[in-house]
């Protein structure tokens, strides 16, 4: 995914692929959170810092997607070796007391077309949760025969990132040869800008992750930024690879930006 070792999801050879499913190398980051005062955490690795306020708005929770059922989004993923795209489609939305599950399916297109299905629940504390299972890439994982292990990610609130609450905790990364690289990461809020996307401009939150992965008693740091538009969810990231400088911007969506 982001290590430099000959075989990781950074360091494999390209196959017949150079521009698909790498720019996403970091599509979203596993980050498992507890407090006294929020939901607890299924990992007794994960550690948060400051307290989770009462149940959020939609202007103050967490959304990668927006939660409305059929919307469609379109994300440009730019790196220097090229580009691809991926189509974003919202299958479902549920609510029940643990909050609202959005399940999504992402169909990324280069030289090939690698399809995921993502599942993401935003608690009633505003933080957002989603499953480790399709991997922390849009298709870069699923393209190289890449497996994770470990519990949900947990992203919190916007309005707990603002207050300085941040999250830390760590998930595997399993190659199809078994070698498995340790990553560790922290989230942790960066304040709010305005971003130009192909799909237009908004008002965003910035969320910053710091990674650092360990294989063989070698270690590595990398980190991503997220751009998170209240009520709406990611319109961009830029994040640090080793396979060079990875931007993905939102260039269209059936639901429009606040």
Same mark, same amino acid.
């Given at each position: 995914?982001?290590?430099?070792?000959p075989?990781?999801?950074?360091?494999?050879?390209w196959?017949?692929?150079?521009s698909?499913?790498?720019?996403?190398?970091?599509?979203?980051?596993?980050?498992?959170?507890?407090?006294?005062?929020?939901?607890?955490?299924?990992?007794?690795?994960?550690?948060?810092?400051q307290?989770?306020?009462?149940?959020?708005?939609?202007?103050?929770?967490t959304y990668?997607?927006?939660?409305?059922?059929?919307?469609?989004?379109?994300?440009?993923?730019?790196?220097?070796?090229?580009? /691809?795209?991926?189509?974003?489609?919202?299958?479902?939305?549920?609510?029940?007391?643990?909050?609202?599950?959005?399940?999504?399916?992402?169909?990324s297109?280069?030289?090939?077309?690698?399809?995921?299905?993502?599942?993401?629940?935003i608690?009633?504390?505003?933080? +957002?949760?989603?499953?480790?299972a399709?991997?922390?890439?849009?298709a870069?994982?699923?393209?190289?025969?890449?497996t994770?292990?470990?519990?949900?990610?947990?992203?919190?609130? +916007?309005?707990?990132?603002?207050?300085?609450?941040?999250?830390?905790g760590? /998930? *595997?990364?399993i190659?199809?040869?078994g070698?498995?690289?340790?990553?560790?990461?922290?989230?942790?809020?960066?304040?709010?800008?305005? *971003?130009?996307?192909p799909?237009?401009?908004?008002?965003a939150?910035?969320?910053a992750i710091?990674?650092? +992965?360990t294989?063989?008693?070698?270690?590595?740091?990398?980190?991503?930024?997220?751009?998170?538009?209240?009520?709406?969810?990611?319109?961009?990231?830029?994040?640090?690879?080793?396979?060079?400088?990875?931007t993905?911007?939102?260039?269209?969506?059936?639901?429009? +930006?606040?």
């Amino acid at each position: 995914m982001l290590s430099d070792r000959p075989g990781s999801a950074a360091g494999r050879p390209w196959r017949a692929v150079s521009s698909a499913a790498v720019a996403a190398a970091l599509a979203l980051v596993p980050l498992t959170a507890c407090s006294s005062d929020s939901e607890p955490s299924t990992s007794p690795e994960a550690t948060t810092t400051q307290g989770a306020g009462p149940e959020q708005s939609s202007e103050t929770a967490t959304y990668f997607y927006p939660p409305v059922e059929g919307a469609t989004l379109t994300y440009r993923n730019s790196m220097d070796i090229g580009e /691809f795209t991926t189509e974003v489609t919202v299958n479902s939305v549920t609510s029940s007391a643990d909050g609202q599950t959005v399940v999504a399916t992402e169909v990324s297109t280069g030289d090939e077309t690698v399809t995921t299905e993502r599942t993401l629940r935003i608690a009633p504390d505003g933080s +957002l949760h989603l499953s480790i299972a399709p991997g922390v890439t849009y298709a870069f994982g699923t393209w190289l025969g890449l497996t994770y292990e470990g519990d949900d990610i947990v992203i919190p609130s +916007l309005a707990d990132l603002e207050a300085g609450r941040t999250s830390s905790g760590r /998930f *595997v990364e399993i190659q199809d040869d078994g070698e498995r690289t340790d990553i560790a990461y922290t989230v942790r809020g960066a304040g709010r800008e305005e *971003v130009t996307m192909p799909a237009g401009t908004a008002e965003a939150y910035v969320v910053a992750i710091d990674f650092e +992965l360990t294989w063989d008693n070698e270690t590595l740091a990398r980190a991503a930024r997220y751009w998170l538009v209240p009520g709406f969810g990611q319109v961009r990231q830029e994040i640090d690879s080793p396979l060079g400088d990875i931007t993905v911007e939102l260039v269209s969506s059936s639901v429009p +930006l606040p």
